[in-house]
């Protein structure tokens, strides 16, 4: 059974910083690709940020380069978000996801198994 469970969300105040952890079990871990979603109220889930399976490769969405930072522990089969400079405009549910292809994508239908979400508030 394929397990993802995010940890490490909560209320922070605009300009905060977060991070972010998912830990995956159930598949080997170092073959996946992974990445980072969130989702606000009434609005289409996002891309956030995305490493390949070496972590070698990353990627970002545009509203958040320069200010996240995905990475991954392989040995503790995680992956984690950190974030920083956090905005009010932020505050969704973050999600990780896992694509058994190796590389990151976008596209959140190119992934094979997601966790159920931590709740990121960033109050101003």
Known sequence: ?????????????AGGSLRLSCV???VTFSNYGMAWF????GK??????GISRSGANTGYAG????????SRDNAKNTVYLQM?????????????????RGVWFSN??????????TQVTVSS
Request: aromatic share 12%.
């Open 1 to 13: 059974q394929v397990q993802l469970v995010e940890s490490g969300g909560g209320l922070v105040q």
């Open 24 to 26: 995956v079990s159930g």
């Open 38 to 41: 969130r989702q606000a109220p």
């Open 44 to 49: 289409e889930r996002e891309f956030v940020g």
């Open 63 to 70: 509203s958040v380069k320069g200010r996240f930072t995905i």
């Open 84 to 100: 920083s400079s956090l905005k009010p405009e932020e505050t969704a549910v973050y999600y990780c996801s896992a694509n058994s």
């Open 108 to 117: 959140p239908n190119a992934y094979d198994y997601w966790g159920q979400g």
